[in-house]
């Protein structure tokens, strides 16, 4: 396969230059806010300092146990599945199959540092409202690791989020048969994802996909407008477990899989992606020789706790900041094809 050269991208962060700025006192250009209100995604290249994805990378490596078959300085290793040595299904450390999901380091200052910048902050209260952001609670509990287990839904669901929520690694599938992409929106209640790529990922290399515009048809398809209801099984009434999602929600994720091309999230360290909580999403497979290594970290409002009791508002951006309320939703196709928008 033929790799297409890496982008510039223009600005998205204001500033004159496309790398954005360094202080992190200037926002989001209007034409940023009004392609996130249509699409829902926002390509942020270069957000996050190289240095501090290296430590980043150095800390997940930290935390393979010592014998393991995998080895960080063996690529030939990292080929997926994980091998049954390996295999670990801890909620806070997770190696199965493909996927490497480490969550015991969601707290640590380096990684809530690095989602909470301040240049990061001030894009995302761009989009939230000034002074909304609720700050991480350093060195405070990781995701999944207290609360009522429902099973093998999300452990996002039991999460305190006082943190990130976690590195998440993709192995490369090499020769395997392709997954289902795994279409979905989250259910679990925050406004905004975040995945900052810690090592460069090429096309189809695991990356995270994205659905433009599926915000927008998914939002009112959710009995709460930012929550899920759960609901328990019983052996005598198995028929639902876990998340209680609408008829109308599976039945438009089916027509956005059908009609909607997707958005493959690549790119180099340091480059992130915010994305809208309802916005359909999945992690690509990595058809690449090198694992996809990905922080993950939501934003919310400190008001959520009340607003995510609401059903949906025929206004579905209320709770968000003047700026996108106000925004018309126009940009130019420059704009879109720097953020990879297809048709
Ligand atoms: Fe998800």
Redesign the pocket.
């Known amino acids: 396969m033929i790799v297409p050269p890496l982008p510039t991208l223009r600005v998205v962060v204001g500033g004159v230059d496309g790398r954005g700025d360094v202080d992190g006192r200037t926002g989001l250009s209007g034409e940023a806010i009004a392609f996130f209100k249509q699409n829902g995604y926002l390509l942020l290249p270069g957000a996050v300092a190289d240095e501090l994805c290296d430590r980043a990378v150095d800390l997940l490596w930290s935390r393979l146990p010592t014998g393991s078959d995998m080895r960080r300085d063996d690529p030939a290793t990292q080929v997926g599945p994980f091998s049954e040595h390996d295999f670990e299904e801890g909620r806070h450390n997770s190696r199965r199959g493909f996927r490497w999901n480490l969550r015991e380091i969601a707290s640590v200052p380096l990684l809530t540092d690095m989602a909470y910048s301040q240049r990061l902050c001030t894009v995302v209260e761009h989009l939230l409202g000034s002074g909304m952001l609720r700050r991480p609670i350093v060195d405070g509990k990781p995701v999944g690791g207290v609360g009522f287990d429902w099973g093998a839904g999300?452990p996002e669901l039991s999460m305190d989020t006082t943190g990130v929520r976690g590195i998440y690694c993709t192995l490369p599938y090499r020769d395997k048969a392709p997954e289902p992409d795994g279409i979905?929106?989250?259910a679990h209640p925050f406004h905004l994802g975040m995945v900052a790529l810690l090592e460069d990922v090429e096309p189809e290399g695991g990356a995270f996909k994205v659905w433009p515009g599926s915000h927008r048809r998914l939002y009112p398809t959710f009995y709460r407008q930012y929550d899920t209801p759960r609901v328990l099984a019983y052996d005598h009434l198995p028929g639902d477990e876990g998340l209680l999602h609408s008829p109308e929600y599976h039945a438009e994720i089916e027509r956005i899989r059908d009609d909607t091309p997707p958005v493959d999230c690549w790119g180099e360290r340091g480059d992130v992606v915010l994305w809208h909580h309802r916005l359909a999403?999945a992690t690509g497979a990595n058809n690449r020789d090198r694992m996809r290594i990905a922080l993950l970290a939501d934003y919310i409002r400190t008001d959520l706790d009340v607003t995510r009791k609401d059903p949906p508002q025929p206004d579905m951006w209320r709770d968000w900041s003047e700026a996108l309320q106000a925004s018309e939703g126009s940009y130019s196709p420059q704009f879109a094809s720097e953020q990879r928008l297809v048709g």
């Open positions: 999300s979905h929106a989250d999403h």
